[in-house]
């Protein structure tokens, strides 16, 4: 079956910097994204990784590595804004979007 | 301008009643989507539809059926309403369904089931 992981819930600190990580199983690989969620809000998009190595993209980053079928998600200078759950999904080889329950990150001042 | 809409944004209603959720999208995106997020946050796609495609996640009920009027709507309903369809339906477009294309998501509908 298909499997995406990533824990349940993370906290840090205001000004810290946090690491979300991410494993996965998937029939094919077409991609990672990683949307951020605000309790009672849509997700919206952060990041896509097709291919291995890093994406930095202002104070978030995003990494892949294929063979491991690993990413992670790194946030630098934590805002209490950043507080939100942070869902993983992969791509699959039939273009379907198969996504993880989304890891909960509680930033404390 | 809101890109993805959805309304309405609450729904509460009776098992056994039939409800449709509605969904229009401006953006000029080619395929939309319908998802489920339970309790325990996980999104699960329902459907899959553009102009010439409906994919059907094959665990839906066919007590749920979507309606396309036209490329930028996708209508959502649910006959025979049970207590376990209670949930957030996300409705969600993007450029090109057979792509690695962002899917912008609607602010979703709370639907709960008495």
């Known amino acids: 079956g298909q499997n995406i992981d990533q824990p349940t819930e993370m906290t840090a600190t205001e000004g810290a910097i946090v690491q979300i990580n991410c494993t996965y199983q998937t029939s094919g690989f077409n991609g990672l994204f990683w949307y951020q969620q605000h309790a009672g809000e849509a997700p919206t998009f952060l990041s896509y990784n097709v291919l291995d190595g890093l994406e930095e993209k202002g104070r978030f980053s995003s990494f892949l590595s294929r063979s491991k079928g690993y990413s992670y998600l790194l946030l630098k200078e934590l805002q209490m804004k950043d507080s939100a759950s942070y869902l993983c999904a992969v791509m699959d080889s039939n273009y379907q979007l198969i996504w993880g329950a989304g890891t909960k990150l509680i930033i404390k001042p | 301008d809101t890109a993805v809409s959805q309304t309405p944004k609450y729904l509460v209603t009776q098992m056994g009643n039939d409800k449709s959720i509605k969904c229009e999208q401006n953006l000029g995106h080619d395929t939309m989507y319908w998802y489920k997020q339970d309790s325990k946050k996980f999104l699960k796609i329902m459907f899959s539809?553009?102009?010439?495609?409906?994919?059907i996640n094959e665990t839906v009920p066919n007590r749920f059926s979507p309606k396309s009027p036209d490329k930028a709507h996708l209508n959502l309903h649910i006959n025979s309403l049970e207590l376990g369809d209670s949930a957030v339906y996300f409705c969600a477009s993007s450029h090109e369904g057979r792509s690695t294309d962002t899917q912008y998501f609607g602010p979703g509908t709370r639907l709960t089931v008495l």
């Open positions: 539809y553009n102009n010439k495609e409906l994919i």
